[in-house]
């Protein structure tokens, strides 16, 4: 079992570009959520996806848009990149029908985006 | 709004002691309380998972309780070793994981 997949690991972009970052879940998991981590800080909840519906959406701008495909893959879009999106973002799948409540998330192991 | 703290200053200990990490929230009721491991440029690792109805648990050398009056969890990893280095994170559980910052670890020989 791969776990989950984040692509690509690092991505250097300019401000005012789009960036599209991918996701593969842990295998069985259906639902995937979008982290952003500023360095020093905890992970900020982007948004939630299950069943290709945009479940929850944490606090950030319509600039952050995000998809889930039938295989539960996933992606999260930025556009008009500002210096202040440079973060590490990190995916997140958990079980079948669950919520974060009352079951653990497996993370991938991020993508660091720099914006110049 | 709701805030969840940590230990601001990183934590220095000696190998085999007992490390003991804090995470205090206020303005929430959650039910359940995570705790996460992360090491430099790793996303996050799950390591407990504590409900509001149970005031201690644990796993192996970890161990977590929380006291929804205090509004207050403790970690505490016992006969602590180097490879224990990193940072933890507290989470609370809503629809989705509210983390804390998190507490740098760092336990030397």
Known sequence: DAGVTQSPT??????????????SPKSGHDTVSWYQQALGQGPQFIFQYYEEEERQRGNFPD????????NYSSELNVNALL???????????SPEGTDSMNTEAFFGQGTRLTVV | ????????????????????LTCNYTNYSPAYLQWYRQDPGRGPVFLLLIR????EKRKER????FDTTLKQSLFHITASQPADSAT???ALSGYALNFGKGTSLLVTP
């Not at chain 2, 970890?62 to 309780?65: A, G, P, S, Y």
């Open chain 2, 1 to 20: 709004s709701q805030k969840i703290e940590q230990n601001s200053e990183a934590l220095n200990i000696q190998e085999g002691k007992t490390a003991t």
């Open chain 1, 10 to 23: 690092h991505l250097i972009k300019t401000r005012g570009q789009q960036v599209t970052l991918r996701c």
């Open chain 1, 83 to 93: 210096l202040g999106d440079s973060a590490l973002y990190l995916c997140a799948s």
């Open chain 2, 62 to 65: 970890l161990k977590v309780t």
């Open chain 1, 63 to 70: 600039r952050f848009s995000g998809h889930q495909f039938p």
């Open chain 2, 88 to 90: 933890y994170l507290c």
């Open chain 2, 52 to 55: 509001e109805n149970e005031k």
